[in-house]
């Protein structure tokens, strides 16, 4: 029997012997690798935030005092002393924990998480509501480095620092977000002295001022009363310290005896506070330290190795297919530069990276500033790919509007991850980029039906002159060949794939496969149906869906977005516009509600946008005999 059998809470960390927690990290760690490696997860980060977990929970008295783990990736350890530890073995698997900090799921979670740098913003709130009501507890942000690339970051430190109130701020700092950190920031936080250079450079200033002549003694004393200042000069203290926060560290974040002195001492402090904590990732398991990049979000993979089972498909995924045509475009095009946020591996830009360094840009976790950034190198001429997730694309909305659509400027979204992603959930499900990009003008948006339609996208995405977005969902492609060459598509035209008289399947992107597959079944039931490929949701072929409408008023959409304002309401917008009726339409898509995580087929059943749910809506339509 370990020592984590008799943690059910915070309550039952506090009662063990300091000497013990080293050997709880011990076995907290192995839990969580043996269950990420059957459910996959975001192992790494995790690994390198225990002590800090455990070191948080002992002197804390959670959930009365908030703690916020940013982005919620490295808080396994949290979720298992937090009396999660029975279910852990659910993480990430439908109906079980989630992969973030969720309020529902426990009151020890103070905020549901899952897109970077809110924590110090939510922190700030809740730290004013204490006051507020008169509350003692404590709120503490925990933020990783690579989230401190975020303008929100710094917009919640300014206001912190402005009103001063009661707030301590974490920055665990292990030189990498998701792939290594990048700018001026970056820089400036491994810019560390240790306790014993800082001691000798100290003493070695100290012996120089007193030589000087009549004057040196008194240049010591006032050095002496500076120390402070000297300190925050030549640690990244200073940068903090600008925001009025008082600066602690950078100290060893897996040195659980003093990390739970530091927080005792800090713990009674009632101005703002950052404390700097220096972490590894991947701590303690061998394979997520020497590649913590592979490892800061993996799939199941086999613990004495960490190698990932053989892959069973040679068929590759489409953020693989998107990468490997930006490299072929752009050597036939020197002005095709790409732009992505702190996500190279992620968005299948790294092969670009290191074939034309000078036209790669990672802005960091900064997606706001990465969409205006390409505004300009558009403005200049140049034609800029702006690849991002399409859960974190939401976060540039304004710039989008602003930046590039009001003057047209020539930007192309490659939205990766578009739908259903799976087991992230609520937080990082693409389901919204078909309602919220095709209502601004000047802006085309497009969705291929495999990866050779994804090649042709993007040729035509890189020479429209004008804003442009193609979305591509997550995973393995369908397995068609792709063209050696690539050529343009028609914008606004849409394509048929099969005939029929008795229902009209319109589709658009990866629900195309659905539809086809719908169609094979329902030819089994005597039911013939004409399948489009939409391939834009807008401009919309409005005068081919007009024609077939009229043709056959029996018509389904499908599309893995909401509904309201998706592709489908743009179908009816084209048949209300042209006064078509009488039709029956019936919409597939996502309802008006989040989705949580699960298995990405799994979760399309549950909401009816796969094969089965388009064959039963067209049974449906069908006309009793």
Same mark, same amino acid.
């Given at each position: 029997?370990?020592?984590?059998? @008799?943690?059910?809470?915070?309550? *039952?960390?506090?009662?063990?012997?300091?000497?013990?927690?080293?050997?709880?990290?011990?076995?907290?760690?192995?839990?969580?690798?043996?269950?990420?490696?059957?459910?996959?997860? +975001?192992?790494?980060?995790?690994?390198?935030?225990?002590?800090?977990?455990?070191?948080?929970?002992?002197?804390?008295?959670?959930?009365?005092?908030?703690?916020?783990?940013?982005?919620?990736?490295?808080?396994?350890?949290?979720?298992?002393?937090?009396?999660?530890?029975?279910?852990?073995?659910?993480?990430?698997?439908?109906?079980?924990? $989630?992969?973030?900090?969720?309020?529902?799921?426990?009151?020890?979670?103070? &905020?549901?998480?899952?897109?970077?740098?809110?924590?110090?913003?939510?922190?700030?709130?809740?730290?004013?509501?204490?006051?507020?009501?008169?509350?003692?507890?404590?709120?503490?942000?925990?933020?990783?480095?690579?989230?401190?690339?975020?303008?929100?970051?710094?917009?919640?430190?300014?206001?912190?620092?402005?009103? +001063?109130? *009661?707030?301590?701020?974490?920055?665990?700092?292990?030189?990498? $977000?998701?792939?290594?950190?990048?700018?001026?920031?970056?820089?400036?936080? $491994?810019?560390?002295?240790?306790?014993?250079?800082?001691?000798?450079?100290?003493?070695?200033?100290?012996? &120089?001022?007193?030589?000087?002549?009549?004057?040196? *003694?008194?240049?010591?004393?006032?050095? /002496?009363? @500076?120390? %402070?200042?000297?300190?925050?000069?030549?640690?990244?203290?200073?940068?903090?310290?600008?925001?009025?926060? %008082?600066?602690?560290?950078?100290?060893?974040?897996?040195?659980?005896?003093?990390?739970?002195?530091?927080?005792?001492?800090? /713990?009674?402090?009632?101005?703002?506070?950052?404390? +700097?904590?220096?972490?590894?990732?991947?701590?303690?398991?061998?394979?997520?330290?020497?590649?913590?990049?592979?490892?800061?979000?993996?799939?199941?993979?086999?613990?004495?190795?960490?190698?990932?089972?053989?892959?069973?498909?040679?068929? =590759?995924?489409?953020?693989?297919? &998107?990468?490997?045509?930006?490299?072929?475009?752009?050597?036939?095009?020197?002005?095709?530069?790409?732009?992505?946020?702190?996500?190279?591996?992620?968005?299948?830009?790294? /092969?670009?990276?290191?074939?034309?360094?000078?036209?790669?840009?990672?802005?960091?976790?900064?997606?706001?500033?990465?969409?205006?950034?390409?505004?300009?190198?558009?403005?200049?001429?140049?034609?800029?790919?702006?690849?991002?997730?399409?859960?974190?694309?939401?976060?540039?909305?304004?710039?989008?509007?602003?930046?590039?659509?009001?003057?047209?400027?020539?930007?192309?979204?490659?939205?990766?991850?578009?739908?259903?992603?799976?087991?992230?959930?609520?937080? +990082?499900?693409?389901? &919204?980029?078909?309602?919220?990009?095709?209502?601004?003008?000047?802006?085309?948006?497009?969705?291929?039906?495999?990866?050779? %339609?994804?090649?042709?996208?993007?040729?035509?995405?890189?020479?429209?002159?004008?804003?442009?977005?193609?979305?591509? =969902?997550?995973?393995?492609?369908?397995?068609?060949? #792709?063209?050696?060459?690539?050529?343009?598509?028609?914008?606004?035209?849409?394509?048929?794939?099969?005939?029929?008289?008795?229902?009209?399947?319109?589709?658009?992107?990866?629900?195309?496969?659905?539809?086809? *597959?719908?169609?094979?079944?329902?030819?089994?039931?005597?039911?013939?149906?004409?399948?489009?490929?939409?391939?834009?949701?807008?401009?919309?072929?409005?005068?081919?869906?007009?024609?077939?409408?009229?043709?056959?008023?029996?018509?389904?959409?499908?599309?893995?977005?909401?509904?309201?304002?998706?592709?489908?309401?743009?179908?009816?917008?084209?048949?209300?516009?042209?006064?078509?009726?009488?039709?029956?339409?019936?919409?597939?898509?996502?309802?008006?509600?989040? #989705?949580?995580?699960?298995?990405?087929?799994?979760?399309?059943?549950?909401?009816?946008?796969? %094969?089965?749910?388009?064959?039963?809506?067209?049974?449906?339509?069908?006309?009793?005999?």
């Amino acid at each position: 029997m370990g020592l984590i059998d @008799s943690i059910y809470s915070p309550s *039952d960390l506090k009662i063990l012997a300091r000497t013990d927690l080293v050997l709880l990290a011990e076995e907290i760690r192995h839990i969580i690798v043996e269950v990420v490696s059957k459910n996959g997860g +975001h192992l790494a980060s995790s690994l390198g935030a225990v002590e800090l977990a455990i070191a948080l929970h002992y002197v804390f008295d959670a959930p009365r005092d908030k703690i916020i783990w940013d982005v919620g990736h490295q808080s396994y350890a949290h979720k298992i002393i937090t009396g999660r530890k029975d279910q852990f073995h659910t993480l990430r698997q439908h109906n079980g924990i $989630s992969g973030f900090t969720r309020i529902h799921e426990s009151p020890y979670d103070a &905020f549901t998480t899952g897109h970077s740098s809110t924590s110090i913003s939510a922190a700030l709130g809740m730290a004013c509501c204490k006051r507020l009501k008169n509350d003692t507890g404590k709120v503490i942000a925990i933020i990783g480095d690579g989230s401190m690339t975020a303008g929100l970051a710094y917009e919640g430190l300014n206001q912190a620092g402005d009103i +001063h109130k *009661d707030l301590i701020v974490i920055l665990n700092d292990n030189d990498m $977000s998701i792939n290594h950190n990048v700018g001026a920031l970056s820089s400036f936080l $491994s810019r560390k002295f240790s306790a014993k250079k800082l001691q000798l450079l100290r003493k070695e200033f100290g012996e &120089f001022l007193k030589s000087l002549p009549r004057i040196g *003694d008194d240049i010591y004393q006032f050095a /002496k009363r @500076s120390e %402070e200042s000297f300190k925050s000069f030549v640690t990244p203290g200073m940068l903090f310290e600008a925001f009025n926060f %008082e600066y602690f560290g950078p100290i060893n974040g897996h040195k659980i005896d003093h990390l739970i002195d530091i927080l005792e001492n800090i /713990k009674s402090m009632t101005e703002p506070v950052l404390l +700097h904590v220096s972490t590894i990732k991947g701590k303690g398991y061998e394979p997520a330290e020497n590649n913590p990049v592979f490892f800061h979000g993996v799939g199941c993979f086999e613990i004495e190795t960490g190698e990932c089972p053989a892959k069973k498909s040679s068929v =590759p995924t489409y953020t693989e297919v &998107f990468g490997n045509c930006m490299v072929q475009l752009a050597k036939a095009n020197r002005r095709l530069v790409a732009v992505t946020a702190a996500m190279p591996e992620g968005t299948g830009l790294s /092969k670009f990276a290191e074939t034309f360094p000078d036209r790669f840009f990672d802005v960091g976790i900064a997606e706001q500033h990465g969409v205006t950034f390409a505004a300009g190198i558009a403005a200049e001429g140049y034609r800029p790919v702006v690849a991002i997730y399409s859960t974190f694309l939401q976060r540039a909305y304004d710039q989008i509007v602003h930046d590039v659509c009001i003057e047209s400027l020539p930007v192309v979204f490659a939205i990766d991850r578009g739908g259903i992603v799976g087991e992230d959930g609520a937080t +990082h499900h693409g389901l &919204f980029d078909l309602s919220f990009l095709r209502s601004i003008p000047n802006m085309i948006v497009m969705a291929p039906k495999d990866e050779n %339609e994804l090649c042709q996208m993007l040729a035509t995405a890189v020479t429209h002159n004008g804003p442009i977005a193609l979305r591509y =969902p997550r995973g393995k492609a369908v397995g068609v060949p #792709v063209d050696a060459s690539f050529s343009s598509l028609t914008i606004g035209k849409a394509e048929i794939l099969t005939t029929g008289d008795d229902v009209l399947i319109i589709a658009i992107g990866s629900t195309v496969q659905a539809a086809l *597959d719908a169609h094979k079944r329902l030819l089994t039931e005597g039911i013939h149906a004409t399948v489009v490929n939409a391939r834009f949701v807008k401009p919309m072929d409005v005068d081919l869906i007009g024609l077939l409408a009229k043709q056959i008023p029996r018509i389904i959409t499908v599309e893995d977005n909401v509904l309201p304002g998706g592709f489908g309401s743009a179908v009816l917008e084209t048949l209300s516009d042209q006064n078509i009726s009488p039709v029956q339409v019936v919409r597939l898509g996502i309802p008006d509600v989040f #989705v949580e995580h699960g298995p990405q087929a799994l979760l399309r059943t549950r909401i009816g946008i796969d %094969e089965g749910a388009i064959f039963r809506a067209a049974k449906k339509l069908m006309p009793l005999p």
